[in-house]
Every structure is written in C-alpha cells, then in structure tokens.
C-alpha cells in the first residue's frame, strides 16, 4: 500500500480562504515533500521539510511534520484560483525513492 | 535548461503492439524514475535508475514491461505487447538530491 496517504481526497474553499491538507505514513522517514500537479500536468516540487525539522516555510505555503505521529499537513493561505491542482505527498525512507500518496484534489472558487 | 523531455506526448495504439516511451533526464541528474499515473491506481513507481544503472524494479507490472537507461541523457520504457490495461499517463522524473523534476508525462491509449 502507498507509504503517504492524503486527507482529505477532496477540498472546495472560497478564494482567499486557507487551505489545510493532512498526510498520514507508515514507516519511519528522512524527509518528506509535497508536490502541486496541476490538470494535464506532470507534478512539480512545493516543498521538502527533512525528519529533524518541525515545521517550514514557503510563501504562502506552511509545512508541519509530527514525527512520532507519523503525519504531516500542507497549509496553503490567502488562496487563489491558481491554487486549484492536485497535492501529493511524497515520503522518502532512503535508497534515492520517495513513495507519493494518492492526493487531494483542492479547488479554489473565485 | 529545458527539464525533463518526454515523447511521444500522446500515443494511441492497438491491442498487442509494441509502445516504446521515451525520456530525457535533465543533465547532470543522477537518478531517473519512471511513474504509471491512472485513476484507480494512482502514481505508481514503475522503475528507477541511479547512475544509468536499474535501483529497483519491483513496480514494473509484469515481463511485458521493460526499461533501459543506456546512457545519462536517454531511458526507455517499452510495452510489448500493450494491454487496454495498460492505458495512463506515464511520467518520468529525474533528480539530483532529494527534488523530483517531472516530465510532462506520455498520455497513453490502447485499444
């Protein structure tokens, strides 16, 4: 089964609204990203938090990780239309490969 | 620089022919992996590369699936025979250190 899973499968906001996506793994990490894949797109690269940090920022975005809970969550704030993509999470254990989740779609509403 | 090329972009074939998808890596990348994007499965990783040299191919569905990666810039992944099941978007992706740059992904149909 897929190392990260993302919560929720589906989010709609309001633009200017924040938007909270969790993820949830199983095993033991040495950093964990988060990736945006827009419609029709390949994914691109958000942000990357490593195990000994706690939390982490980018923009508008804010990245926390609970290593003894094992779950991360993306905080996207002050959303916009643009925003509306596919988030994935990604867990890398080691050995070069990181394992995505299966996403959260989020719409933003203008 | 140009990021991760990958052709064709879309590819419509018939039941029991060979589909050859290709990908360049961004240069100086080490690695290169290889993802099957559907619906009901999600991103599945395929295959992946360290080195020009196969790391795991534990994803790979069955012998009908095969990669090569004969040089730094070039890698291969052939379907022979296609299967409707094998209908996705395949993805490439190259890295360095810990940031996977995707390509835009080969949209592929069989029939």
Redo the contacts between chains.
């Keep these: 089964s ?1 190392q990260g899973e993302e919560d929720p499968q589906a989010l709609s906001i309001q633009e200017g609204e924040n938007a909270t996506m969790n993820c949830s793994y199983k095993t033991s990490i040495n ?1 964990l ?1 988060w ?1 945006r894949q827009n419609s029709g ?5 958000l942000i ?1 938090i490593r195990s000994n940090e706690r939390e982490k920022h980018s923009g508008r975005l804010r990245v926390t990780l609970d290593t003894s809970k094992k779950s991360s969550s993306l905080l996207i704030t002050a959303s916009r239309a643009a925003d509306t993509a596919s988030y ?1 999470c ?1 867990t ?1 254990a080691g ?9 959260t779609t989020l719409t933003v509403k203008p | 620089d140009a990021g ?1 090329i990958q052709s064709p972009r879309h590819e419509v074939t018939e039941m029991g022919q060979e589909v050859t998808l290709r990908c360049k890596p961004i240069s100086g990348h080490d ?1 290169l ?1 290889w ?1 099957r994007q559907t619906m009901m499965r ?2 599945e ?1 395929l295959i ?1 590369f ?1 080195n020009n040299v196969p ?2 191919d534990s994803g790979m569905p069955e012998d009908r699936f095969s990669a090569k990666m004969p040089n730094a810039s070039f890698s291969t992944l052939k379907i022979q025979p296609s299967e409707p099941r094998d209908s996705a978007v395949y ?1 490439c ?1 190259s ?1 360095f250190v ?8 080969t949209r592929l149909t069989v029939l």
């Design positions: 897929q950093n990203q990736y797109r390949g994914l691109v690269h990357l994935f990604a890398d050995a070069g490969k990181s394992t995505f989740g299966d996403g | 991760v690695y992996f993802y999600g991103l990783l992946y360290n790391i795991d993805f992706a890295s810990d940031e996977q740059f995707f390509g835009p992904g």
